[in-house]
């Protein structure tokens, strides 16, 4: 951290009344570490919950499509503000409202840790999931307050990229060996004396830079873009249980499509839009959305129905989960920084596209997995979505970030993010749509012959497992294979969604992204 901070070649801290990055200053590593802890606890709720999973189907009672709206629920809110917090911060200071959304992460933590069943816990999660919004983006602000210099400040993203990725390593390890000892609520509590001391430490050493903007918010933009994509997502995890052709679920549909092309018509007229339109002129911003939307779509899609295998199939405890997952998160974690570098030489245009292909490659070679393969089958799949989700995310965002206007920072960040955490919500509720489609399709018939009652048969196809431990002795390994090939079968859907995807992100790569000119920021999109 200290390395990186020499960096900065003089970069400091901003006055109580002026920008920051006053020169000849130096960045307090003190101050470095409370804020990417705040940014840890971020992301380290996106996978720590993972884990925790099958624990708490058991002690709740929930299904699949219940499953899903627990990663989603955080992720959705997440999501949708992202946009508000940046411009947000913009115009408010960064200071104020990153420390204010830290308390409020830290207590809505404690909140889902206390609740007693799934619908408080639903709610508790999307409340999370809006401070957690406010800290993404924002932190963005204050590293570019604090590094004005372009360089250091591609390392900085590359930085926070590591500790995105340092967080999704530990989460199933912290969140396996918490769950083991503690119970699921366990996973909750351990944000609280981290955020504590991290909103201490803020408080004292971050400085406070004058506000950049003083115009009001896009409320009508942001209610229209929560309606399009919360429709959406209604949509496409309900539809399985309640219909695709259901009124209730035609009807989401046609709601998502009408919110969101009004969202585009408002934007395009707004003097002060949440989402500037003229950003996606330059190449690099569009390319930033398109593949931060598909990699982390398919790879966060993997990483929930990976979650459910290891543990449901495999029958694997929650720290054997984790301790698997590591070679793909720690990846993930070496290649941010390692891919940030390689744009800065290479080009962002062959990293990214390097990227896609390991994502979409990593992704084709997880068909190939079977009914409780062993470890040595699948470490070499892991390690491709690592390499891809590090060489693709990070320098396509640093490239983005080089794109806006520097007084647009906040906004800036909040479009690569938004289209990261979209791409995340949708890959959950694709991939455990799929998955739900062929288990209520084809339980009956997989497991017909078997001296089941009927609540079990359709308990299971509504992906509830946490009954398997009470069948007989004699039928349970018979269920537990049949199922379990039948989960795979809807699990290798997925997969190939999310290969297909990734290769959208390939293209988008070598289409869009140009190679580095003298400072890739030819004239910021305004």
């Known amino acids: 951290m200290a390395d990186v901070v020499d960096a900065a070649d003089g970069a400091g801290a901003a006055s109580e009344s002026g920008t920051a990055g006053a020169a000849g200053g130096k960045v307090s590593p003190l101050l470095l570490l409370a804020l990417f802890s705040g940014l840890f606890l971020v992301f380290l709720d996106t996978t720590v919950v993972n884990v925790a999973l099958p624990d708490l189907q ?17 992720l959705l809110t997440f999501s949708c503000l992202l946009l508000s917090a940046g ?19 830290t207590l809505t933590s404690a909140w889902c840790a206390l609740s007693g069943s799934v619908a408080t816990l639903l709610v508790a999660r999307a409340a999370q999931g809006v401070t957690g919004a406010v800290l993404m983006p924002v932190s963005m602000v204050i590293i570019t307050q604090l590094f004005p210099d372009q360089k250091a400040r591609g390392r900085m993203v590359g930085v926070q990229s590591a500790v995105a990725g340092l967080a999704l390593a530990a989460g199933p390890l912290i ?81 998502a499509a009408v919110a969101l092309i009004v969202f585009v018509l408002w934007e395009a007229r707004q003097k002060h839009p949440m989402l500037p339109l003229g950003f996606f002129r330059h190449p690099h911003v569009s390319a930033g959305a398109i593949i931060n939307f598909t990699v982390f779509g398919a790879m966060f899609g993997a ?57 979409a490659a990593g992704l084709t070679g997880l068909l190939l997995l079977e009914y409780q393969d062993g470890f040595a089958h699948y470490w070499w799949q892991f390690l491709l979505l690592g390499l891809g989700a590090g060489f693709a995310g990070p320098p396509v965002t640093a490239a983005l970030l080089r794109a806006v206007p520097e007084e647009r920072a906040g906004t800036g ?66 269920v537990l294979s049949r199922v379990g090939n039948l989960f795979l079968d809807g699990t290798h859907l ?33």
């Not at 411009?87 to 992460?105: C, E, P, Q, S």
């Not at 018939?445 to 079990?456: I, K, V």
């Open 303 to 359: 990483v929930f129905l990976l979650m459910l295998t290891l543990q449901e199939v495999d029958g694997l405890s929650p720290v054997q989960a984790g301790v698997r997952t590591v070679v793909l998160t720690v990846t993930v974690a070496v290649t941010s920084v390692l891919g940030v570098m390689l744009g800065e030489r290479a080009g962002v245009r062959i990293t990214a596209f390097v990227g896609a292909v390991s994502m």
């Open 175 to 255: 969140g396996g060996l918490l769950v083991e000892q503690y119970g699921w609520q366990s996973v909750f509590w351990v944000n609280l004396p981290v955020g504590v001391l991290a909103v201490a430490v803020l408080a004292v050493l971050l400085p406070r830079a004058r506000p950049e903007q003083r115009t009001g918010m896009d409320l009508g933009g942001q209610l229209l873009f929560v309606a399009g994509i919360g429709l959406l997502t209604y949509a496409l995890i309900e539809g399985n249980s309640a219909g695709w052709t259901s009124a209730r679920i035609l009807g989401c549909f046609a709601g």
């Open 58 to 74: 058991d002690d709740l009672g929930a299904d699949v499509r219940g499953l899903q709206w627990v990663v989603d629920s955080y």
């Open 413 to 478: 960040s909040g479009v690569g993010y938004t289209s990261r955490q979209v791409g995340s919500v949708f890959g959950v509720a694709v991939s455990g749509t799929l998955v739900s489609h062929h288990l209520s399709s084809g339980a009956s018939s997989a497991l017909a012959g078997l001296p089941l009652p009927r609540e079990a048969v359709d308990k299971i196809a509504a992906g509830d497992f946490s009954g398997a431990e009470a069948l007989p002795e004699r039928i349970r390994p018979e």
């Open 494 to 526: 997925a997969y190939a969604s999310g290969a297909g995807a990734c290769g959208v992100a390939a293209l988008a790569a070598l289409l869009l992204l140009r190679r580095r000119r003298t400072e890739e920021g030819d004239g910021a999109a305004g």
């Open 87 to 105: 411009a947000l911060a913009d115009r408010i200071g960064a200071k104020r409202l990153f420390i204010g959304a830290l308390v409020g992460f």
